[in-house]
């Protein structure tokens, strides 16, 4: 497992690959300073791509680990539109499980690969920003970025 650390305009971002598959990208307090693998470099040169509003769908070899409803609703995260948004009742929906809301947002929790898969894009069915692991500050900041970028 490789790990390493980048700055970005969100603070400190990790990114975890084992070689073949990104395995998680995440928000953290301090800088990792493993070996940093091809892979992290790549990932990290989307990200950037990203943030500077030159990329808009990523292409990396992600690999996520998690129970089928989980994963069902991480690939149904990966088909929301760049600079879109949809509820987690609308997820819910979307995956053929209309009463699952609570169970969506709690598969969001479960995100390790933040931006790229992105649950940022998923708020309240009121439109209110509710629940992000990397904070609602950057949430906000991610979906400011794509509305300007649209």
Known sequence: MNKYSYDTPVGIITVEDDGDFVTAIYTDNKKSSDKESELAKVTFRQLTEYF?????????????????????????????????????????????????????????????????????????????????????????FLLDLEQVNL
């Open 52 to 140: 500077n509003r030159k990329r808009k769908i990523f292409d990396l070899p992600i690999k996520v680990e998690g129970t089928d409803f989980q994963k069902s609703v991480w690939k149904e995260l990966c088909n929301i539109p760049y600079g879109t948004t949809c509820s987690y009742k609308q997820v819910a929906e979307n995956i053929g499980n209309p009463k699952a809301c609570r169970a969506v947002g709690m598969a969001n929790n479960k995100n390790k690969i933040m931006i790229v898969v992105p649950c940022h894009r998923v708020i309240g069915s009121n439109g209110s920003l509710v629940g992000y692991a990397g904070g609602l500050n950057v949430k906000k």
